[in-house]
């Protein structure tokens, strides 16, 4: 799945400085532009509460009733304080929408970037990564509390598409899908997550020349997005990279080290599986060595493999990315 961010050119030296580093902001909540973000509605006051809890917990005693009615709340509460830890980087499902190319690409004189979900969600360091689509309505979200603190250990989840995951009806045309990170801040991604850049039917020859050579060597498709002639849609054309070499980025790959791939008869016939994925973590400019490579699978059934790498990235702490077969084959298709 592609999803798509819009960038103004006003302020894209500094950007492309992210961007071309691999990198991506994700904003605190607290910071989020629109002041009607994160709204929320708390359904289970101390009464109401205390006899859900009675209810499902057949409790007599109303002194315990009371008390567990408390600690529920101070759960939520915890739990509001966990999700201040993360961070937000909002993008949309749609490249050709003419409202936000207006509004966030500077009347079309700026960019849309195109990026792979999987590989985002897949390729990174960061402690977790969630991705949440937005959900349109004309009223807050309601929070039932007793049953966000009692859906242990996914309530952080829940939570989180609860409160960031719903926005204004206003907003509908946006088609957005969120990505969450903790910790909030600067995310650096694998290189290839950028499939695509978009540049606005007004962007300048010198910003269009700007971005290709920053993402030279990278094999990204590049397009100009103009209206349609008798319509209100718009449509998109191919742009040559003059930038193209036989060069590609990053110009090292990552060792492995002796004897990380392990292999075992149950495993064999899914070898090559195996050393594709060690293959596609040694290319990442995340990694610095590849310690360990193993294929798994679904506990569901054992015609779905995964391959599991533990490596060590830049700062040399040990990370362990899963790998499937479908994110095997998105890089085969791209390569090809």
């Known amino acids: 799945m592609k999803v798509y961010k819009y960038r103004s050119h006003q302020y894209l ?6 961007i071309g580093g691999n990198r991506a902001w994700f904003a605190k909540i607290s910071s989020l532009n629109d002041p009607s973000e994160a709204k929320i509605n708390k359904r289970g006051d101390f009464f109401d509460l205390s006899k859900e ?3 499902l917990l057949e409790i007599g005693d109303k002194g315990s ?4 009615a408390i600690n529920v709340s101070e759960q939520f509460a915890k739990l509001l304080c966990q999700i201040k830890h993360y961070g937000v980087y909002s993008t949309s499902k749609r490249w050709d929408d003419e409202i936000m190319w207006a509004c966030y690409a500077d009347s079309h004189k700026g960019i849309c970037i195109e990026y792979d979900l999987e590989w985002l969600l897949t390729f990174h360091c960061q402690k977790t990564m969630y991705s949440v689509d937005v959900n349109y309505q004309e009223f807050v979200p309601v929070i039932d509390l007793l049953k966000c603190v009692m859906e242990q250990p996914q309530n952080i989840i829940w939570l989180l598409k609860k409160i960031i995951g719903v926005k204004s009806i206003s907003w509908q045309h946006e088609d957005e899908l969120r990505l969450l ?3 909030h801040g600067s995310v650096e991604y694998d290189f290839r997550a950028i499939t695509a850049i978009y540049f606005g039917c007004k962007a300048e020859s010198e910003l269009r020349l700007s971005v290709m050579e920053t993402f030279k060597d990278r094999d990204i498709d590049y397009y100009l997005v103009e209206p349609e002639r008798y ?3 718009f449509k998109r054309t191919e742009v040559p990279d003059p930038f193209t070499s036989k060069n590609r980025y990053p110009y090292s790959v990552a060792p492995v080290e002796q004897h990380a791939i392990l292999i075992t008869e149950e495993t064999r016939p899914y070898e090559r599986l195996i050393n594709k994925a060690v293959e596609l973590v040694c290319q990442s400019q ?9 294929v798994y699978f679904s506990k569901d059934t054992k015609k779905i493999p995964t391959v599991y790498i533990d490596f060590r990235d830049q700062l040399n702490e040990v990370r362990r990315w899963i790998i499937s077969e479908e994110l095997i084959d998105i890089h085969n298709q791209r390569s090809s």
């Open 13 to 18: 030296k500094e950007y492309l400085k992210d």
């Open 53 to 55: 809890i009675a209810f």
């Open 65 to 68: 009733v009371g008390q567990s």
């Open 181 to 183: 990170a903790e910790p």
């Open 231 to 233: 319509s209100y849609t």
């Open 286 to 294: 995340l990694c610095k060595q590849v310690d360990f490579a193993e």
